[in-house]
Nanobody
Framework: QVRLVESGGGLVQPGGSLRLSCAAS????????MGWYRQAPGKERELVAA???????NYADSMKGRFAISRDNAKNTVYLQMNSLKPEDTAVYYC?????????WGQGTQVTVSS
């Protein structure tokens, strides 16, 4: 019912920046929150940032001050601006959309932070 398409991943040097995009389509009227999760090799998937329909945001402690989530309602798109990237930020980043009934996931985009 909801399709999520991610873009913006890639290779960046430590201290650099990337902006991830997630475009939602389908039954978007049902979405009450969207966010970003990441999963590094050998680790569990973890929340990076989320934004609700009302505009409230939350971040994992390790991302506070470096990452920022935003949205463009006209484009049905959420963004994740990532600054001051560290090698430990290397992971597959997944877009998430939540409704009252279920959750949807994108296919993921690889972010690699390396010199």
């Amino acid at each position: 019912q909801v399709r999520l398409v991610e873009s913006g991943g890639g290779l960046v040097q430590p201290g650099g920046s990337l902006r991830l995009s997630c475009a939602a389509s389908g039954s978007i009227f049902s979405i009450d929150a969207m966010g970003w999760y990441r999963q590094a090799p050998g680790k569990e998937r973890e929340l990076v940032a989320a934004i609700t329909r009302g505009g409230s945001t939350n971040y994992a402690d390790s991302m506070k001050g470096r990452f920022a989530i935003s949205r463009d309602n006209a484009k049905n798109t959420v963004y994740l601006q990532m600054n001051s990237l560290k090698p430990e930020d290397t992971a597959v980043y997944y877009c998430n959309a939540r409704s009252a009934w279920t959750a949807y996931w994108g296919q993921g985009t690889q972010v690699t932070v390396s010199s």
